[in-house]
Structures are given as structure tokens and as C-alpha cells.
């Protein structure tokens, strides 16, 4: 007779009974129903909880079933009652969201909310959950807005991790992210190029009613000790690729330039992401500016080219004589990027000579011939460029060959390498010995397997070559060659057929 759930309840009952003193009522259920039903019927029926001891942890239940009136014992013949599956449920779901004073309406089933209107401040939030012995974490993302919520049920257990015991709400909040990175910087001023120097770029992404926004910000830009000011681009384009690069794009916004007289100028950006890594050109065409933000990377004449694809500020180390030189590089480039006067590239073959057509703009990893007017010692040359897989290209014609080389020390014995003369005038190619090595970022030549010339004449644009340094008086002494190589005189040029040929190093015409 002691605990009974009249007495708990504190229903009067003829037999008596009694309660514990310290015993104390944390919900019950009353309730009644006069449904009648042909199959199974589910029904929910809710604790109505003590506000005064709804916190308390329970020690027992008294669970009851009655089909008739149980407490008034009111018992009906032919009523019947038959219960199964009888559960406990612990809710795990929040019950009311507010924030800054505004209800959020929350729909059973979703647990996803948009307050992207507002940047999230945890003063300003508030709810309350509708499972009594609930409990909730939070965690909030600065670099995503989303809020997260998670609410377990009374009877959520971590080692289990049974999701109906719990529930994750995701709320997302407006934000504003700014992510600086490092790079160096090299500027570009109508071919004018600067070395490059470390410094920072910002990108800012912002979140706001549910629309995403980016901007790109260079700040205190200068150049040749004139200081532009900050660069803000904002309203950039974000593009995914499938390689999981990220790229922002914007084509001539214009760009407030407080340093400029606080003119706006077009401005184009072209920035990607990779492995939280940005470079990025910015270009102020109206002004003949471009900025590259990239890696820098060096490549010389005395070291192996060993350089990742991408785009890099580059610094070129390589003296270059006056006159024609063989060039090879792992990015395109112009005469006018490398200040030469000339650019040549190999268009034709045969016996009587390599043939070479003028250009102004280099592929990369294609081999030239580059010809400066003066000589260029101890000058670093500056490019921003988009650097390819350092991998030669051979040019093939009719079996003659011309393949850039960027190897350090590259052993040029059996092979054929440009030759300067008395004049400073690359003229001819002549066949490398045991201890003669080529450098890096220079090219050589190869001749068909049937050609044993050890010697061969160059024809640069559709001309021969140095024509005002040929001998033609016949005095010259030393062992004459034709331009197969072949041995046609032991010194005099008497009674040899017209033509060229080689003798000490030179080129000799006879008429």
C-alpha cells in the first residue's frame, strides 16, 4: 500500500495508503479516451511535468492500463483494451528559436534555418528545447556563418550514438571572411618590370541574404616610389573547377585609384586557389600595369631548370654576347620581354644549311636563336608568367635537329652547338668535342646519322649569315672544308668550285 499511484496522485482511495516523506511527483498522465478502433491505433500521450521537480531523476513508474474507469473502479462489461510496443519517448528537438527578439517558426522535420539576414552574435540567441532532460552543444563556424546545434534526448548515450536520441540543427548567419595570403608581387609598367618583392593580397567573402559576395584587395599598392593606394575589386566571379582549384574573375570593373588623382580605371583579375594558395594578375590596362602575385622562382644558365608548372615571377639569371645566342625557357615570352633585338626559329634543312625564320613572341620549351645588339652581363631579366613542365621540344626537319637543353654542365661531345667568330657574329654550327658542354637554358643541334660534316652553315631568314666577314681572296691558310664537313682542300682555296665553305673558323665565299 505505499507508493501507490492514487496515493501519489492524491486521489482518495477507502483502503488508504501512503506515500515515502521524501518521495516527490515529477510528471504523470491522466488520460481518457471513449475511442473505439477495428485494427491498431498508434497514440502519443504526453507527461504533464511539476514545474518544481520536472528536473529531478525518477526512481520509479507506476504505469497503469484500464479499460473502464480506473480509479472510480466504474468497470463496463464488454470493453475491452489491448495495448503493445508501449515506449518512452525522450524528445530531442528544439522547441522555440529566437533571435535579436524575432521567432523563427519551426516545421517538424527540418533542421536547416536561413538567418544568413543577420551576423551571428551568441547574446542575441536564445531557445528553449521541448524534450524535459534535454540538453544541447553549439558550435559556431567563422569561416562558414553556420551556427550548429545539437540537442540529445534524456536518454542520448555518446557510446552509442543512436540518432533518434539526438537531433543537429544547422543555422546558417551572414558573414564577413577575410583571408590574407603571402606571395611576392612584381609589377609590370608598359614592359618595365620590377623584382619581385614579398607582400600580401586579401580576399574577402561575404555572406548576406542568402547570396554569397567576393572581393580582392591589394593594399597600399605602389610602384617606382608612386603609391597607388589600396585596390579593391569586389563583385568577383567564383568558379570550381574540377581539379579543386578556385578561381576569381573580374574584367574591367572599375577601380577608384586614390593615388591616381582618385580616378577610376578598369581593372581585370584573374586569381585562383590551390592548396590554400593564391596568385592572382591584376591588370590596370589603361595605365600599362600588371601585377603578378605568384611564387618566385630563379632559373639560370648555371644551374639545372627544375621548376613547377604555374604561374611564378621568375628571375632569369644568363649573360648573353653581343651577337646571336641559342635560348630555350619553360614559359612563352616575347623578343621584347627578353630585350633582344632578334628571335629566329628553325624552319628548314638540308645539306647546304640550317634554315631560320624571324618571330617575336617564344613558345616555351621551344628552342631559338635570339640575337643581341649589346651584350647583357650580370642583368637579371623579370618575368610573370605562366611557367610549363620544363620539357624540351625537339624540332625535327629532314632529320636536323634542334632541342633545348636545361641541364648545367650538359656534354656536348658528338653534337653540334652555334660558334662565334672574329666578329661577335654566331655564323655556323660546328660539332662539340670529348670536353666542349653546353649550359642550361641554351640549344643545340644533331645532324642525320648519314652526315659526318663537322661543320654546317646557318641561314637566318632566308640569308646567309655574316656575308660582309667572308674571305674571298683565297689567302687564308688551314685546312678547307665544304659545309658537309668534308675536308675538299689542306690550305689553298685554288681551283675549288663556287661555293662556301669553312676555313679557320670562318666562312669563305668563292666566286
Known amino acids: 500500500m505505499t507508493n501507490r499511484d492514487v496515493n501519489i496522485l492524491g486521489k482518495t482511495y477507502s483502503q488508504g495508503g501512503t506515500v515515502t516523506n521524501n518521495s516527490k511527483l515529477i510528471a504523470s498522465i491522466e488520460e481518457y479516451t471513449t475511442e473505439t478502433a477495428d485494427d491498431w491505433m498508434e497514440k502519443t500521450i504526453e507527461f504533464t ?35 503493445d510496443d508501449v515506449t518512452l519517448i525522450y524528445y530531442n528537438t528544439l522547441s522555440t528559436l529566437t533571435y535579436d527578439g524575432t521567432a523563427i517558426e519551426l516545421e517538424d522535420g527540418k533542421t536547416s534555418y536561413d538567418l544568413s539576414a543577420y551576423e551571428y552574435d551568441a547574446s ?54 577575410e583571408k590574407t595570403y603571402s606571395n611576392t608581387l612584381m609589377v609590370d609598367v608598359s614592359g618595365q618590370r620590377t623584382a619581385p618583392s614579398e607582400d600580401n593580397i586579401t580576399l574577402i567573402s561575404v555572406y548576406e541574404n542568402s547570396e554569397n559576395s567576393y572581393s580582392l584587395q591589394l593594399k597600399n599598392f605602389s610602384f617606382n616610389g608612386w603609391l597607388i593606394g589600396d585596390i579593391l575589386v569586389t ?52 595605365a600599362g600595369v600588371v601585377v603578378t602575385f605568384a611564387p618566385s622562382i630563379t632559373i639560370s644558365s648555371d644551374a639545372d631548370v627544375n621548376v613547377e608548372a604555374g604561374l611564378k615571377n621568375v628571375t632569369f639569371n644568363r649573360d648573353f654576347n653581343a ?65 610549363k613542365e620544363p620539357s624540351p621540344i625537339v624540332v625535327d626537319k629532314n ?44 640549344a643545340y643541334f644533331t645532324l642525320p646519322s648519314t652526315s659526318s660534316a663537322q661543320s654546317m652553315v646557318l641561314n637566318l631568314s632566308g640569308e646567309i649569315t655574316s656575308i660582309d666577314s667572308v674571305v674571298t681572296d683565297g ?14 682542300s689542306n690550305s689553298s682555296l685554288d681551283n675549288l668550285p663556287k661555293g662556301i665553305y669553312m676555313q679557320n673558323g670562318k666562312k669563305i665565299y668563292v666566286k
Do not use: H
Open 49 to 83: 511535468y511539476n514545474e518544481d521537480n520536472k528536473n529531478e531523476t525518477p526512481e520509479m513508474f507506476n504505469v497503469i492500463f484500464a479499460a473502464s474507469d480506473y480509479f472510480n473502479s466504474d468497470v463496463t462489461s464488454g470493453v475491452s483494451l489491448s495495448i
Open 323 to 387: 651577337g646571336w645566342s641559342t635560348l630555350c625557357l619553360p614559359f612563352d615570352y616575347s623578343v621584347t620581354d627578353l630585350g633582344a633585338t632578334y628571335a629566329q626559329e628553325f624552319s628548314d634543312a638540308d645539306e647546304n644549311g640550317l634554315d631560320f625564320s624571324q618571330v617575336s613572341t617564344m613558345e616555351a620549351n621551344k628552342p631559338y636563336l635570339v640575337y643581341f645588339s649589346d651584350a647583357v652581363t650580370s642583368t637579371p631579366i623579370y618575368f610573370g608568367v605562366e611557367v
Open 124 to 177: 542575441l540567441l536564445s531557445y528553449t528545447l521541448k524534450g524535459v532532460g534535454a540538453y544541447a552543444t553549439s558550435s559556431y563556424d567563422e569561416t562558414t556563418g553556420v551556427l550548429t546545434l545539437t540537442v540529445m534526448g534524456n536518454d542520448y548515450k555518446a557510446s552509442v550514438n543512436d540518432p533518434d536520441t539526438y537531433t543537429v540543427y544547422t543555422i546558417q548567419f551572414g558573414y564577413t571572411v
Open 235 to 286: 563583385d568577383l566571379t567564383r568558379t570550381e573547377n574540377e581539379d579543386g582549384s578556385i578561381n576569381y574573375a573580374a574584367t574591367d570593373q572599375l577601380v577608384k585609384l586614390d593615388g591616381m588623382g582618385g580616378i577610376s580605371l578598369p581593372v581585370t583579375v584573374d586569381a585562383n586557389v590551390v592548396d590554400d594558395e593564391l596568385t592572382a594578375t591584376i591588370t590596370i590596362s589603361d
Open 475 to 488: 689567302s687564308a691558310n688551314g685546312p678547307v672544308y665544304n659545309l658537309q664537313g668534308i675536308r675538299v
Open 399 to 442: 632529320g636536323y635537329t634542334f632541342q633545348g637543353n636545361y641541364k648545367y654542365n650538359f656534354s656536348m661531345a658528338g653534337l653540334y652547338g652555334v660558334v662565334n667568330t672574329d666578329s661577335d657574329q654566331y655564323q655556323y654550327i660546328r660539332r662539340g668535342g670529348t670536353n666542349s658542354t653546353l649550359n642550361a637554358t641554351g
